[in-house]
């Protein structure tokens, strides 16, 4: 899969060097570009940001850097180069994602969907955001899908700090990425439910407060059927306690909500 990521902070990028996007990126299966937005300012002082035409506070961010970025990025080099990762030729156009608060709210369901993409574009917006026109000229000059992606309801500072959450959650859905895929099958949020509790060794455990607390017993009762049944209704438990929202929305568990969750 192929990432290009414009910022005018390209080094907050820098943790997708690490881990197993880091590995990911050297074993070839995501080829990542960071570019930085302000190479295509031409101004003296490389502006990127003017103030907001009808008043009000902030600055926003001027349509022509973003225009040449996109182009570069959409058009680049080796638009028609094999995706890494991919046997197909690339596709002549990214996927443009913007985040914005106002944006359709990440999910798992949609870092499904982008984890089949070959090739996804961000912009990171910064201060008061991007100009509307660079969206229209985005679809409508440039032929690429714009989607704007909020990670929740609240307000960040700049889209960097999303686009590291989402280039995570869609890049560990890519095979080979992560060690044992299996994994990824009972995650929370994979069908509509959270995870159950998880505990490793040692079974028993004292505190510092001298507090003993101890594993669930069927964890070790070595019986698959028991533990498969014991996690499916901690996960409707704590579906219920913590996400009741979630029950409502799928339905997918009648009578989940009357489990006498915590
Ligand atoms: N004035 C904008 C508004 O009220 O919708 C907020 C701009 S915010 C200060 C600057 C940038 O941070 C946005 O352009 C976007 O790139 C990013 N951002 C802020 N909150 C976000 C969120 N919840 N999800 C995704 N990106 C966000």
């Given at each position: 899969m192929r990432l290009d990521v414009v910022s005018i902070?390209?080094?907050?990028?820098?943790?997708?060097?690490?881990?197993l996007i880091g590995k990911a990126r050297r074993d070839g299966l995501l080829d990542l570009r960071v570019h930085d937005l302000r190479d295509f300012a031409h101004d003296r002082h490389q502006s990127v940001d003017d103030t907001p035409y009808g008043g009000g506070a902030g600055m926003v961010m001027k349509p022509q850097p973003w225009a040449e970025a996109l182009a570069h990025v959409a058009g680049?080099?080796?638009?028609?180069a094999a995706v890494a990762g991919s046997d197909d030729p690339a596709p002549a156009r990214p996927r443009l994602i913007v985040p914005g608060p106002g944006g359709v709210p990440f999910s798992q369901a949609l870092a499904r969907e982008l984890a089949g993409e070959p090739w996804l574009a961000f912009a990171c917006g910064r201060?008061?955001?991007?100009?509307?026109?660079v969206y229209e000229h985005a679809a409508q000059d440039l032929g690429l899908e714009v989607t704007v992606v909020s990670l929740g309801d609240y307000v960040l500072n700049g889209g960097e700090v999303a686009v590291l959450a989402i280039v995570e959650a869609v890049a560990?859905?890519?095979?080979?990425?992560?060690?044992?895929?299996?994994?990824?099958?009972?995650?929370?949020h994979e069908d509509g439910l959270l995870e159950y509790p998880v505990y490793t060794k040692p079974s028993s455990w004292e505190s510092a407060s001298g507090v003993r607390r101890d594993v669930p017993p069927v964890l070790l009762s070595g019986d698959h059927g028991r533990i498969a049944a014991w996690r499916h209704q901690q996960r409707l438990e704590r579906t219920a306690a913590r996400r009741p929202d979630l029950l409502h929305a799928s339905q997918a568990m009648p009578g989940a909500a009357a489990t006498g969750a915590l």
């Amino acid at each position: 899969m192929r990432l290009d990521v414009v910022s005018i902070f390209p080094e907050y990028l820098s943790p997708l060097d690490l881990s197993l996007i880091g590995k990911a990126r050297r074993d070839g299966l995501l080829d990542l570009r960071v570019h930085d937005l302000r190479d295509f300012a031409h101004d003296r002082h490389q502006s990127v940001d003017d103030t907001p035409y009808g008043g009000g506070a902030g600055m926003v961010m001027k349509p022509q850097p973003w225009a040449e970025a996109l182009a570069h990025v959409a058009g680049s080099d080796d638009g028609g180069a094999a995706v890494a990762g991919s046997d197909d030729p690339a596709p002549a156009r990214p996927r443009l994602i913007v985040p914005g608060p106002g944006g359709v709210p990440f999910s798992q369901a949609l870092a499904r969907e982008l984890a089949g993409e070959p090739w996804l574009a961000f912009a990171c917006g910064r201060y008061e955001g991007i100009d509307e026109r660079v969206y229209e000229h985005a679809a409508q000059d440039l032929g690429l899908e714009v989607t704007v992606v909020s990670l929740g309801d609240y307000v960040l500072n700049g889209g960097e700090v999303a686009v590291l959450a989402i280039v995570e959650a869609v890049a560990r859905l890519l095979p080979g990425v992560i060690g044992n895929a299996e994994s990824l099958v009972e995650e929370s949020h994979e069908d509509g439910l959270l995870e159950y509790p998880v505990y490793t060794k040692p079974s028993s455990w004292e505190s510092a407060s001298g507090v003993r607390r101890d594993v669930p017993p069927v964890l070790l009762s070595g019986d698959h059927g028991r533990i498969a049944a014991w996690r499916h209704q901690q996960r409707l438990e704590r579906t219920a306690a913590r996400r009741p929202d979630l029950l409502h929305a799928s339905q997918a568990m009648p009578g989940a909500a009357a489990t006498g969750a915590l």
